[in-house]
Nanobody
Framework: QVQLVESGGGLVQPGGSLRLSCAASGSIFSINAMGWYRQAPGKQRELVAAITSGGSINYQDSVKGRFTISRDNAKNTVYLQMNSLKPEDTAVYYC???????????????WGQGTQVIVSP
């Protein structure tokens, strides 16, 4: 059984910072890309940032310069450091991983349960 467990959401004032973590556990052969998505009320889920196993990174334009994605391959963990937070960053943030597991090993797409981020005075 593979799980993605997120932590680090919460309430923060505009201009503040939060750090999200997402750890993948289970019988995992390898992890390809890992990323963070978010979904605000009434809106579609959107990509925030993603990082490949080789370290290539992609950010949504609205978070460039404010958010930093990183990963610890030894711990199967991805992080999202969010600085200079704005009210429009308020959303449920979801971790995503494209990973290989099972017998035979195949690639599957997994999602975390989501963590709420609220940016408000």
């Amino acid at each position: 059984q593979v799980q993605l467990v997120e932590s680090g959401g919460g309430l923060v004032q505009p201009g503040g910072s939060l750090r999200l973590s997402c750890a993948a556990s289970g019988s995992i052969f390898s992890i390809n890309a890992m990323g963070w998505y978010r979904q605000a009320p009434g809106k579609q889920r959107e990509l925030v940032a993603a990082i490949t196993s080789g370290g290539s990174i992609n950010y949504q334009d609205s978070v460039k310069g404010r958010f930093t994605i990183s990963r610890d391959n030894a711990k199967n963990t991805v992080y999202l450091q969010m600085n200079s937070l704005k009210p429009e960053d308020t959303a449920v943030y979801y971790c995503n991983a494209d990973l290989v597991h099972g017998e035979p090993p195949l690639a599957y797409d997994y999602w975390g349960q989501g963590t709420q981020v609220i940016v408000s005075p």
